[in-house]
């Protein structure tokens, strides 16, 4: 693409809430999960997994939108280690919605656990079973999980920034309304 374009577009917008909304969900569902052997715990998996492969469909889409419309640039009045910073948290959080549904079901398959989602579809195990490889893709999906999270709040506290402080004009690019700020006041 070789226009740049001022906001993101509507389907990107969209994606980009829908996928938020349910991260966060996700997170609190496995956060959740673990702390609990009570009799919710089991359908608190089928949400979670079902989820997850959702959520990795939706990033796939969104990946391939953003390789075609772009993105908006930042401001050129943007500190560089902000820029640095923005870029990098972005292809981290990509990163993260990738690779946690994959350890996520790799897990699974590795317990020989099978894989079934909402309406009894089931995703056929794709690695063999093995006990160490269980214990170590559980334990990165755990503690990466964590690092997730942080990442997540970085990226909200970040979007809060701009929205409030700077209003530069960058929350309006991923926003469904628009925004006053001080590129569209004049200021």
Wanted: proline letters at 5%.
């Amino acid at each position: 693409m070789t226009d740049v374009p001022h906001r993101f577009t509507l389907a990107q917008r969209l994606l980009h809430w829908l996928m938020a909304a349910c991260i966060l969900a996700m997170l609190f569902i496995g956060a959740g999960m673990v702390s609990t052997v009570a009799p919710k715990y089991l359908p608190l998996i089928l949400i979670h997994k079902t989820l997850g492969v959702i959520l990795l469909a939706l990033v796939l889409i969104r990946l391939a939108l953003r390789l075609y419309y772009g993105a908006p640039s930042l401001p050129d009045d943007l500190p560089r280690a902000m820029k640095l910073g923005a870029r990098s948290s972005h292809l981290l959080l990509y990163g993260f919605m990738i690779i946690m549904p994959l350890l996520g079901l790799g897990m699974l398959w590795a317990a020989s656990y099978p894989v079934v989602l909402y309406g009894g579809v089931e995703i056929p195990a794709l690695l063999p079973q093995s006990d160490r490889g269980h214990t170590l893709l559980w334990n990165a999906h755990v503690y990466l999980g964590f690092a997730f999270f942080a990442l997540v709040l970085l990226h909200l506290a970040a979007g809060l920034f701009h929205a409030w402080v700077r209003r530069d004009g960058v929350f309006e690019t991923i926003s469904l309304a628009r925004v006053r700020n001080r590129t569209t006041t004049g200021k």
